[in-house]
């Protein structure tokens, strides 16, 4: 693998050459194509221990998968690429698994709450450096329900409103993620959720804007999942609140619209 740096910035493929982006780079990356056909890798034998790395990284993007659901419109205030550390902390979890063979090791993020709790999805600016309050987050998971109660909030000491955007909003969200354990028999994936209807669940809310320029009463966000869900609810289904904050401007309509990669957000709490 190469990348290509100074004036020649290529993407797509020539000849056996693919050339590639990736999210938070602006270099150009070349790779040739070739190796073993798809054949050998399924069948032979010297190929086993990747088969098995292969039908846990599958878990694991599955994983990553349903917390990006879980986290709703959060997911879009991130400032770097989200997806491959869920996935790697999919991997770790699988790792804690001493009893289980490789390739059918259980994924239980219940036991290892604390992988996901804090995590945030902004690398440059932290929800804790832009929103300089601590909210006070409570979860009901006998009730399918959440809530997150923001202290008042005077835009002139509490907010880092890095690009002077004329308004902001509060983004709260509460979903679910399930444990996985491996299944021969299903026919797409080797893993599935011990929960299917409580994989990557997610209800949120969003407020209506706020002038930058502003002071905020305290207020207190409810969120719930439907009643009929609760049946379904166990030890093996983790509870995700997340918490994001979005900045917006004047659109061509007049109307306001938010302004990409203007806000961050983060996973305040897991039970």
Known sequence: ???????????GSIKGVTFYTRVG????????????????????????????HQQEWGACVQFARAVRQAVGQN???????????????????????????????????????????GFSFSRNYPLNSVLRV????NIQRDMLEASVTFPRINTVTDLLNVQRLPY???????????????????????FEPLVDLLQGVCVEHVTDWYPADNVLKEQTIVLKMNEELLEFMTENVCILLSIGIEFGKVGF??????????????IAAVN
């Open 134 to 137: 601590l909210p006070v987050c």
């Open 1 to 11: 693998m190469a990348i290509v740096r100074g004036a020649l910035q290529v993407t």
């Open 168 to 190: 902001f909003r509060l983004i709260v969200g509460m979903g679910t993620v399930s444990d996985m354990v491996y299944h021969p028999l299903n026919l797409f994936y080797n």
């Open 75 to 117: 997911y879009r205030l991130c400032d770097f690429n989200l997806s491959p550390v869920w996935t790697g902390i999919g991997k770790n979890l699988m790792k804690m698994d001493q009893m289980g063979k490789q390739g059918e090791r259980r994924l239980y993020l219940s036991t290892y709450r604390q992988a996901l709790e």
């Open 253 to 266: 309509g007049g109307e306001i619209v938010e302004v990409k990669h203007a806000g961050c957000a983060k």
């Open 25 to 52: 780079s602006d270099k150009v990356i070349m790779r040739t194509k070739g190796g073993p056909s798809k054949q050998r890798i399924a069948k032979g034998a010297e190929f086993e221990k990747l088969r098995e």
